[in-house]
């Protein structure tokens, strides 16, 4: 069983940058798809990102040109490099791991498709 946690959230102003890092333990992943989710207060958790065990890549509209995610499987460790972030990226970030071992280009995005998830990252973007 993969276990999750993420790290790199923080407080930060209108046109920073962070990354955040999620480490796997217990099993490797380079064999699943990898995704990243948020949660906004109030407001239902939804997809930012995910990436296929060949790189492909998916992205929410919304953070498509200032997200990028990335793996290193050497290091069981899944980015998201976050720059020019605004006031509405402002949430709690989830790492997970996809649940199925499907083609190699497979870039999951709803939340079933997802298991286990870690703990979270909190990002707070200020104006």
């Known amino acids: 069983q993969v276990q999750l946690v993420e790290s790199g959230g923080g407080l930060v102003q209108a046109g920073a940058s962070l990354r955040l890092s999620c480490t796997a333990s217990?099993?490797?992943?380079?064999?699943?798809?990898m995704g990243w989710f948020r949660q906004a207060p109030g407001k239902e958790r939804e997809f930012t990102a995910s990436?296929?065990?060949?790189?492909?890549?998916e992205y929410l509209d919304s953070v498509k040109g200032r997200f990028t995610i990335s793996r290193d499987d050497a290091e069981n460790t899944l980015y998201l490099h976050m720059n020019n972030l605004k006031p509405e990226d402002t949430a709690i970030y989830y790492c997970?791991?996809?649940?199925?071992?499907?083609?190699?280009?497979?870039?999951?995005?709803?939340?079933?498709?997802?298991?286990?998830w870690g703990q979270g990252t909190q990002v707070t973007v200020s104006s």
């Open positions: 997970a791991a996809g649940r199925f071992n499907n083609h190699p280009s497979y870039t999951p995005s709803a939340d079933f498709e997802f298991a286990p």
């Open positions: 217990g099993r490797p992943f380079s064999d699943r798809a």
């Open positions: 990436i296929s065990v060949d790189s492909r890549t």
